[in-house]
Nanobody
Framework: QVQLVESGGMLVRPGTSLRLTCAASGVTFSKCRMGWFRQAPGKEREFVAGISRNGGTTDYSSSVTGRFTISRDNAKNSVDLQMNNLKPEDTAVYYC????????????????????WGQGTQVTVST
């Protein structure tokens, strides 16, 4: 059974940093393209960042480019999202997702391409 478990979400002040981690089990992690998505109250789930199977390619939404960094450790079956200079508009539930069957080089932004999802972790950016 595939499990993705996110951790690290919390309440932080604007301008600070936070690191989210997603731990995967029940799947050959190195064969999965990985993505982070988020969903704010009353809004649709949106793409945040994606990373290729070997970590050599990454992609980001325009709203987080330059502030967020996605990375993975295939030896630890984990993918991280380092978030810097957080803004109130980053407040959302953050989800980790795994795409086992996707072709390399295709978009990371399509939620429908990901077969497995975590339960999410809440990030709140507020004074």
């Amino acid at each position: 059974q595939v499990q993705l478990v996110e951790s690290g979400g919390m309440l932080v002040r604007p301008g600070t940093s936070l690191r989210l981690t997603c731990a995967a089990s029940g799947v050959t992690f190195s064969k999965c393209r990985m993505g982070w998505f988020r969903q704010a109250p009353g809004k649709e789930r949106e793409f945040v960042a994606g990373i290729s199977r070997n970590g050599g390619t990454t992609d980001y939404s325009s709203s987080v480019t330059g502030r967020f960094t996605i990375s993975r450790d295939n030896a630890k079956n984990s993918v991280d999202l380092q978030m810097n200079n957080l803004k109130p508009e980053d407040t959302a539930v953050y989800y980790c997702a795994a795409d086992l069957f996707g072709y390399s080089g295709t978009s990371y932004a399509r939620a429908g391409d990901y077969e497995y999802w975590g339960q999410g972790t809440q990030v709140t950016v507020s004074t």
